[in-house]
């Protein structure tokens, strides 16, 4: 008897909360390998991925589980992987691959204290840069960054159905804390929820090429395996066939489209929580946890009397450049606190165009003492 | 109601984290409020420091940990050591006597004990000393309700031991502090 989806209200934990989005959102192959803080993905997936019809392979090693992710996506069911930085590090080189070759597929990244095994139990937010350029080439990502249990399912639904409209892995970089927080968490029925399924073509197997773009659209249109279609697919520049083409026509096409299938649809794909940024003196440029960690230190500046904005990017890449740029015309500054040493600060840096940008670094394995937080949006307010 | 900090402290195994589950989900899910529970281990599973703590508030939570605690339960000499200096004036500790047994209370905090161990043990299972803190601290604050504790407690254990742990509860809530 296969087991629906799960629908109410539970206390549950946000790894668990992850997993659970993604049997809704039709998720049914997990390939991975366990590590601390991402572990309980894969627990979770294992015991229920069988009881509605799915399938879970641990695998020797994250190269590998990247791999079968590619692999089941082709052949045509919602894949995910779920580690944490080091394993993330041993899967760029499929994500590229993936990224290449268009496949939709959720990857999540729990974050930990890094570099290296650094803080396997503790918190972290510094693969945040290797999200976005970590494998090699150039071409557009996507990162969802929860700050709550809830958000961790809901974000995950929006990976699955981010991934499926563009054609990429999509990542949730999500981190220790809410990883292992435990909150309450509703999960609507099923048919509630908006997901996006895989669109195949309805062209004949003879009129098909599996990477014509119809006009109109950023991605080409799948299909089936097993229907009778001629599929060819390469991480290799390739035309629309499939088939490599190593001319710089092609290459400049194709990377170009990699890049701009994200790029020209930023106001679909961007989400953000915005509070008080209309009198804004200072803002303060969040992300996941820390959005929640800071909002002490954000209270302490306000009661001194500073007019205190609060950005909170739930989509990291692609970065929210256009809002940044808006609001540096009529704020003092931005103080952009985060669990590593300066990673998107840079972004905000870049388009704040000389606009007083505070970076609040943190290594890991803790968070911002609320002081330093009230202390940099001072320093901000009253700069000369 | 004023927003509650909890932080339930002792070593791996003794169901610390089990403890904060339960007290976040008779927040959450029975007595109608939130509460956002977060945990914090070494990498040994037993035997290691083990704390994990709940935040209850009617209002929305944002920070979620709790550096300054209303409410501590000990369950380990070391737990007590480490913690003792994050509890609140007129904060509540709870605490296990027979595990923690240099005690230096002074009168800005609450101080209750109950030999919670050594009762789970005269019940024939000492895992349920967590459930006997339990019910001690739903009657010694204000954490959950009794009923929202009971269910919580029936929904978080095996159905097989559900008898086991509502005895130890009750155990726990009847007991007079130490």
Not at chain 1, 197 to 217: F, L, S, V
Not at chain 1, 298 to 309: E, R, S, T, Y
Request: proline share 5%.
């Amino acid at each position: 008897m296969k087991q629906s989806n799960l629908h109410g209200e539970f206390f549950m934990q946000g790894n668990i909360a992850c997993a659970e989005a993604a049997l809704s959102a039709g998720c049914r192959f997990f390939g991975g390998y366990p590590i601390t803080p991402a572990s309980e993905i894969a627990e979770r997936m294992a015991f229920r991925l069988p009881q509605v019809g799915g399938s879970f392979v641990q695998f020797e090693d994250e190269i590998a589980s990247m791999a079968s992710i590619l692999g089941a996506s082709w052949a045509g069911v919602k894949s995910m992987t779920a580690s944490s930085g080091p394993g993330i590090s041993l899967m760029l080189e499929n994500i590229g691959l993936g990224i290449m070759m268009e496949t939709p597929c959720v990857v999540v990244n729990v974050q930990r204290g890094s570099p290296s095994t650094g803080l396997p139990t503790s918190w972290g937010q510094s693969d945040m840069m290797q999200a976005r350029f970590g494998s090699h080439g150039d071409y557009g990502v996507i990162a969802l960054a929860p700050k709550s249990p809830q958000e961790y399912f809901d974000l995950t639904i929006v990976a699955f159905n981010y991934a499926e409209k563009y054609r990429l892995p999509v990542f949730v970089t999500s981190d220790a804390i809410v990883g292992h927080m435990t909150e309450k968490v509703y999960i609507p029925p099923v048919d509630e929820l908006e997901i996006i399924n895989r669109k195949y073509t309805n062209k004949k197997p003879g009129d098909y090429q599996p990477y014509t773009i119809e006009p109109g659209q950023w991605v080409s249109d799948f299909a089936k395996a097993g229907d009778g279609y001629l599929y060819h697919s390469t991480g290799l520049t390739h035309d629309e066939r499939g088939y490599p083409d190593m001319s710089e026509a092609c290459h400049i096409q194709l990377v170009n489209r990699l890049i701009d299938k994200i790029k020209m649809n930023v106001d679909d794909i961007i989400l953000l929580e915005e509070r008080d940024l209309d009198d804004a003196d200072v803002v303060v440029v969040t992300f996941g946890t820390t959005a929640r960690t800071v909002v002490p230190g954000i209270n302490l500046a306000k009661k001194k009397g500073i007019k205190v904005g609060f950005l909170r990017l739930i989509t990291v890449w692609p970065f929210p450049e256009q809002k940044i740029r808006d609001l540096a015309k009529h704020v003092k500054g931005f103080v952009v606190p985060e669990i590593n040493m300066g990673q998107i600060v840079l972004e905000v840096e870049r388009c704040a165009g000389g606009v007083l940008t505070k970076s609040l670094p943190h290594p890991g394995g803790g968070i911002h003492d609320f002081k330093d937080v009230a202390k940099a949006i001072e320093e901000v307010a009253y700069a000369k | 109601m004023q927003e509650l900090r909890v932080k339930i402290s002792g070593f791996g195994g003794q169901g610390i984290i089990l403890s904060s589950y339960i007290v976040g989900k008779a927040a959450a899910i029975f007595d109608g409020k939130n509460s956002s529970m977060t945990q914090a281990y070494g990498p040994e599973a037993r035997g290691g420091a083990c704390s994990s703590q709940v935040v209850i508030s009617d209002e929305e939570i944002d920070y979620p940990l709790v550096d300054v605690a209303n409410v501590l339960i000990a369950m380990s000499q070391e737990a007590y050591d480490k913690f003792l200096p994050i509890l609140k004036k007129k904060g509540i500790l709870l605490y296990d006597t027979d595990l923690v047994k240099e005690v230096q209370i002074h009168n800005e905090i609450v101080a209750k004990a109950i030999p919670a161990t050594r009762l789970a043990e005269e019940m024939g299972k000492k895992i349920v000393a967590n459930i006997v803190m339990l019910g001690f601290a739903t009657a010694q604050t204000k954490i959950s309700s009794y009923d929202a504790m009971k269910s919580s407690i029936k929904e978080s254990v095996p159905a097989r031991f559900i008898e086991l742990n509502m005895k130890a509860f009750q155990i726990g809530y009847d007991y007079i502090g130490d």
